[in-house]
């Protein structure tokens, strides 16, 4: 990252956009996250729930929201509309976008064509796992974060061009803005997920503390129970952490390591915890081909 690229932004901001490298992204992903993020952001909403996002944002990304957003970046926008396009087209999500007629014209217009632009992964038809939403994530981002990058943009600016991507489709077609911004948010894999709610929730300075195999974590436990979670987020923490001094060389497991840390830790978590653990299960749904914790 360049010194110019955090004009204007608060420290605990610069701190996040440093971490973000830390963690494998690059210059480009980072400006295309905060593009993404833009282009979220710009969605059309009640007026409510706008204010409450940016008193939020505004805690790591201050923008001046009185001012005419093309008269700040207008010499920095190219327009998102292909990256657009292929997004949609390979999410697999059956979108109602409005057709628009011009009177004269016999062709009809969208605000978004579902077709393969040849700038993301082709590899990605729909998405349907895991793994398939992180790459078509990884090329989204990346390639949002191309045109700033090329022409010199703070990430700020490019938090503001994917807002004025957004207000541009919203003029044309509220209701299939909408479903772009909810289909962007809603298909991101658990560690994109993650990255970006931090900005969202003004948190960031949580999230730079983070190690980097809770952050996924951190998504995944949201929609449980609450004693459960905690429960969860205490086996977590036993698999990073040993008398409240970090574990060196997890971040260097390779998958299969990985699993035979994770079985390991958790025999033991049931071992020193075995009255206390909340059940898999409080049905009397009978659940097979689980793997057992007794079993290798």
């Known amino acids: 990252m360049n010194q110019s690229d955090f004009k204007n932004l608060p420290v605990e901001t610069q701190l996040y956009a440093r971490r973000l490298v830390d ?7 980072v400006f295309g ?6 282009i979220y952001v710009g969605g059309p909403n009640t007026q409510e729930k706008i204010d409450a996002l940016f008193s939020d944002l505004q805690l790591v990304l201050p923008i001046d929201r009185t001012k005419n957003i093309d008269e700040v970046i207008g010499h920095l926008y190219d327009g ?12 697999g999500i059956e979108f109602n976008f409005r057709e628009v007629k011009v009177p004269k014209v016999e062709k009809s217009f969208y ?12 590899s990605i038809k729909s998405v ?10 990884d090329s989204f981002i990346f390639s949002l974060g191309q045109s700033s990058v090329k022409r010199g943009a703070t990430l700020s600016e490019a938090f503001l061009c994917g807002i004025f991507q957004m207000q541009l489709h919203a003029q044309i077609d509220t209701k ?6 909810e289909v962007i948010k809603g298909l991101m894999p658990p560690f994109i997920s993650r990255c970006f709610n931090s900005l969202i929730s003004g948190k960031v300075d949580y999230f730079v ?8 974590l951190l998504d995944l436990m949201q929609p449980m129970e609450q004693k459960y979670a905690q429960q969860m987020w205490g086996f977590q923490s036993s698999l990073f952490y040993s008398k409240g001094n970090v574990i060196e060389g997890i971040d260097d497991l390779d998958t299969g390591r990985w699993f035979e840390w994770v079985l390991k830790k958790a025999k033991e978590f049931n071992i020193t915890y075995p009255s206390n ?5 409080k049905s009397n749904i009978t659940l097979s081909g689980l793997p057992s914790w007794d079993q290798d």
């Open 23 to 29: 963690l494998g992204f690059d210059r480009t992903r």
């Open 33 to 38: 996250l905060f593009v993404m993020l833009g």
């Open 80 to 91: 998102y509309d292909q990256l657009l396009n292929e997004f949609c087209f390979r999410s």
């Open 111 to 122: 605000i978004v064509y579902l077709k393969d632009e040849g700038l993301l992964d082709k």
């Open 128 to 137: 349907q796992k895991l793994a398939e939403a992180t790459r078509l994530f």
């Open 176 to 181: 299939g803005t909408m479903q772009i911004a």
């Open 209 to 216: 503390g983070l190690e980097s195999g809770q952050i996924a």
């Open 277 to 281: 653990l909340l059940a898999f299960s």
